[in-house]
Nanobody, 126 residues
Framework: QVQLVESGGGLVQAGGSLRLSCAAS????????MGWFRQAPGKEREFVAA???????DYADSVKGRFTISRDNAKNTVILQMNSLKPEDTAVYYC????????????????????WGQGTQVTVSS
């Protein structure tokens, strides 16, 4: 069993930055793929960024160039650095993980992931 705990959400003005962390426990996750997703009220959960088992990264077009995903395998932690935030980035942000190896495109899909955190709220004011 894997437990994921997100932290770092909050309220920030447009143009500001936030740093989200996701701490994993239960298993070492150096070979796992990690993803960040978000869900705004009334909308479906959507892909934000992924750090794949292969060491490669992927970003949604809406955050590319503004968000950066990184991981510290020694600390079982994945980070989402969010810069130049916009009001449309407002959502609950979730981290997720899977140990299953898929083709690279699968890591954009909610159904790919086996374990999810409880989410952390990010609110960007205009």
């Amino acid at each position: 069993q894997v437990q994921l705990v997100e932290s770092g959400g909050g309220l920030v003005q447009a143009g500001g930055s936030l740093r989200l962390s996701c701490a994993a426990s239960g298993r070492t996750f150096s070979s796992y793929s990690m993803g960040w997703f978000r869900q705004a009220p009334g909308k479906e959960r959507e892909f934000v960024a992924a750090s794949r088992w292969s060491g490669t990264e992927d970003y949604a077009d809406s955050v590319k160039g503004r968000f950066t995903i990184s991981r510290d395998n020694a600390k079982n932690t994945v980070i989402l650095q969010m810069n130049s935030l916009k009001p449309e980035d407002t959502a609950v942000y979730y981290c997720a993980t899977t140990s299953v190896i898929y083709g690279s495109g699968r890591y954009r899909q909610v159904r790919t992931y086996d374990y999810w955190g409880q989410g952390t709220q990010v609110t960007v004011s205009s």
